[in-house]
């Protein structure tokens, strides 16, 4: 394969690591790809899943929840990934947030999010604790963002779908960390997709080069002091990783590197800063010898296409500190008012209305009581936008003027005094804070009739249901395999019409 990596992008690997490490670079071209899947540990415990798991996984060392699996393997045909029990991501790609040290209660930004795979993991570390705000600027990646942390069942989550300088007026010093996976020319993907190659040309970088400095100057200021920024790219030019960094720190005194001490990552390279690939003498000394501070991962010095990571820290007290982001007032809808659709608005331009505080939550309360044991969303703020109720994370401050996606974890639709249940929030839910439902086993050959979107038939005494209140076996049930929600189902006279969205199907 490495016959086919473009000339000049050869040229300048030569230049900058040399021929003996260029060599063994070169060859990790040709030899095989490696696999990884991350377990989402908010559904289950890794120990469960390693019992369980039809997979052979082996641990990656740079993130506890990582593993390589076999090629061949298909985990994303497997019944477990419908249910959100895992990831399938790039192993270097793990890295980052395992670096961003994100804890339960936290305000975490994952600003050029999609399609999500680093967001799912930050949503697993805040254990539903805390506020995600996610967001991309491009709209069609943004559906494959929302669709992946609705799989993984993230509760505390809001899409934005956002130009990052018309964020920083709403959420200026609001992040305790913020992740910057930024767009890049994509060098570490040679290997992965081959198309990357034909689309890389020497004039990329520059472009991406400055797409990089405008956004990292963006989150700075979203960031509170003390705060964490994890930038990373998955390319190799030093434009958009040390050089990056460096102007950033000269920039911006009031962050700081903090050095990322890994043995299987090698350090940053402050010596790559130069001519002709940077500009000569464009950043102080100091701001080039903290980059070694930083990391890099070699696809020919550990399992993984590669990577690279800073961690940023900005001081307590930084200069200029703006106070965070006033908290939105309290606005669950009053009941009885009138209710428009913001589905379909969310449908086309992928985009929420205004919420309105008009819409009757009593369908929803009357199917909460009857359907579920715990209360999923007692700490969040419910609102309406349009017909549609979404949980938003408390502590959000006001989103007016954004273009948002989810406000927060959608819980299903008003129509007419009816609710009808989100594919969401069955995928939120756990098997137990449900009342009433249907548990496949894996071999059941119903469990993957039931992904396919076929109606199944169920016997009355296989609806699991509160015995204590005598509740019928009639109306939706949640639908789980092996123990995991999949989806609802609606339950009637043996019969369990299905409910899993047509374009979540297993094909
Ligand atoms: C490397 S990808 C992110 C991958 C993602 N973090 C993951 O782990 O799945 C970079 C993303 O940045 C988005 N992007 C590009 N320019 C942006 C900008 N100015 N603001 C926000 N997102 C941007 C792209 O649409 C792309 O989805």
Request: aromatic residues 10%.
């Amino acid at each position: 394969m490495n016959n086919k990596l473009p000339a000049a992008f050869l040229e300048k690997m030569m230049d900058l690591l040399g021929s003996d490490e260029f060599e063994r670079f070169l060859e990790s071209y040709d030899q095989p790809r490696v696999y990884g899947m991350r377990i989402n540990t908010q559904k289950i415990e890794i120990p469960e899943f390693l019992e369980k798991s039809p997979f052979a996984l082996t641990p990656i060392p740079w993130v506890s929840e990582g593993f390589y699996y076999e090629e061949g393997q298909r985990p994303g045909k497997h019944p477990y990934y419908h249910a959100g029990l895992y990831y399938i991501q790039e192993p270097s790609a793990m890295a980052p947030v395992e670096l961003l040290d994100v804890q339960p209660g936290d305000k975490v930004l994952d600003l050029c999010a999609a399609p999500g795979g680093k967001s799912t993991q930050i949503a697993a570390k805040l254990k539903g604790e805390g506020v995600l705000v996610v967001n991309d600027n491009h709209s069609d990646r943004v559906k494959a963002l929302v669709k992946n942390l609705e799989l993984f069942g993230v509760r505390n989550a809001v899409v934005l779908n956002e130009k990052p300088e018309r964020m920083i007026p709403v959420f200026r010093g609001y992040f305790d960390k913020i992740l910057i996976d930024a767009p890049c020319s994509g060098e570490g993907m040679f290997r992965k997709e081959e198309d990357m190659m034909s689309q890389w040309q020497r004039h990329s970088v520059t472009e991406c080069s400055s797409m990089q400095r405008e956004i990292l100057g963006q989150a700075a200021q979203m960031l509170a002091a003390g705060g964490y920024i994890v930038y990373s790219t998955c390319t190799f030019s030093p434009e958009e990783n040390e050089a990056q960094i460096a102007e950033l720190l000269d920039r911006h005194p009031e962050f700081e590197v903090v050095r990322i001490d890994r043995a299987e990552f090698a350090p940053g390279r402050p010596d790559w800063v130069r001519a002709p690939w940077c500009a000569e003498d464009a950043y102080s000394e100091q701001a080039l010898a903290a980059v070694a501070g930083t990391a890099r991962l070699w696809p020919h010095r550990l399992k993984g296409e590669g990577h690279y990571v800073a961690l940023l820290r900005k001081r307590d007290s930084a200069p200029g500190e703006m106070a965070p982001a006033m908290e939105a007032a309290a606005a669950v809808p009053a009941a009885g008012e009138r209710k428009r659709s913001g589905r379909e608005a969310l449908r086309r331009g992928g985009r929420a209305e205004a919420p309105r505080a008009a819409v009757s939550l009593e369908p929803l309360q009357a199917f909460a009581g009857e359907l579920l044991r715990s209360e999923p969303f007692a700490a969040a703020r419910l609102v309406c936008y349009g017909d549609h109720a979404y949980a938003s994370p408390a502590g959000l401050p006001e989103l007016h003027g954004l273009k948002v996606v989810r406000p927060g974890w959608y819980i299903g639709a008003l129509h007419r005094g009816r609710f009808e249940p989100s594919h969401a929030l069955a995928m939120g839910l756990r098997f137990d804070e449900a009342k009433r439902v249907v548990s496949l086993a894996l071999g059941d050959a119903r469990a993957l009739r039931y992904l396919k979107g076929e109606t199944l038939e169920v016997a009355e005494e296989e609806v699991i249901r509160d015995s204590d209140t005598g509740q019928a076996a009639k109306g939706y049930c949640l639908v789980c395999v092996d123990g995991h929600p999949v989806g609802w189902g609606k339950w009637h006279d043996g019969m369990l019409k299905n409910e899993y969205p047509p374009g979540w199907r297993w094909t």
